[in-house]
């Protein structure tokens, strides 16, 4: 079976989960309990752009900071959150030119995959929309009730071990993803592609003459 696995935040979208989780949390919860949150990890954030602190350790923790928000929510009512989150800030922002090429190689007889960090439900919500199987980082409930999320989060080198585990008898045709995390799996495929790819990302891909996709590639042809 061939298969395409793909990024999602950043690769198939411009529209990121914690914005619209932020959105969501502010409309229906305490408006500022997410504010504090932020504000707390704002100052991190241009440490780990100039490479002072790691940043799947800062992805991590933040994850981990994020999701305890939400601690006691019901399987369903966190479902109905995700599904708001891609309706109104992901979907909407949905890469079309990526969504494209993916979608010639659904009709040419591939199965698509996304492979994210994102938690579970989010991955889900945003893969029922292009038809496609979804590799997240899973939460944990207990009793019925939101506890946290499973560790290690699904990036890096556990993306490429979560798709051996889970699509065992795959081939990977193309893998596409937007920044270094995305690299393992990006290894994995005859035809590695970098979506408006990071700064680092595009030096690997250029170095290893990897396929780049952005606004200066022309149409691909998917054969």
């Known amino acids: 079976m061939s298969i395409i696995v793909s990024?999602?935040?950043?690769?198939?979208?411009?529209?990121?989960?914690?914005?619209?989780?932020?959105?969501?949390?502010?409309?229906?919860?305490?408006?500022?309990?997410?504010?504090?949150?932020?504000?707390?990890?704002?100052?991190?954030?241009?440490?780990?752009?100039?490479?002072?602190?790691?940043?799947?350790?800062?992805?991590?923790?933040?994850?981990?900071?994020?999701?305890?928000?939400?601690?006691?929510?019901?399987?369903?009512?966190?479902?109905?959150?995700?599904?708001?989150?891609?309706?109104?800030?992901?979907?909407?922002?949905?890469?079309?030119?990526?969504?494209?090429?993916?979608?010639?190689?659904?009709?040419?007889?591939?199965?698509?995959?996304?492979?994210?960090?994102?938690?579970?439900?989010i991955a889900e919500a945003f893969a029922r929309r292009m038809d496609a199987i979804s590799i997240g980082s899973p939460l944990i409930f207990q009793n019925g009730k939101l506890e946290g999320v499973t560790l290690p989060i699904n990036s890096?080198?556990?993306?490429?071990?979560?798709?051996?585990?889970?699509?065992?008898?795959?081939?990977?045709a193309s893998a596409y993803g937007d920044t270094t995390s995305d690299i393992p799996m990006m290894e994995m495929s005859a035809d590695p592609v970098a979506v408006y790819p990071s700064k680092h990302l595009r030096q690997i891909a250029e170095k290893r003459n990897w396929r780049i996709l952005d606004e200066h590639s022309g149409s691909v042809v998917v054969s």
Request: glycine letters at 6%; aromatic letters at 12%; proline letters at 3%.
């Open 7 to 121: 990024d999602l935040e950043g690769t198939l979208t411009t529209g990121s989960s914690w914005r619209g989780l932020r959105r969501y949390f502010r409309m229906h919860y305490d408006a500022w309990a997410y504010d504090r949150f932020f504000l707390k990890w704002i100052a991190i954030f241009p440490l780990v752009q100039l490479g002072i602190m790691n940043r799947r350790e800062v992805m991590t923790s933040w994850m981990l900071d994020e999701i305890s928000l939400f601690r006691g929510n019901s399987p369903q009512k966190f479902n109905k959150m995700a599904e708001w989150v891609v309706e109104n800030t992901m979907w909407p922002n949905r890469r079309k030119d990526v969504l494209l090429e993916i979608n010639l190689h659904r009709q040419n007889g591939a199965k698509v995959a996304i492979v994210s960090g994102a938690y579970q439900p």
């Open 156 to 172: 890096y080198e556990h993306k490429r071990k979560n798709i051996q585990d889970q699509l065992s008898d795959a081939k990977i």
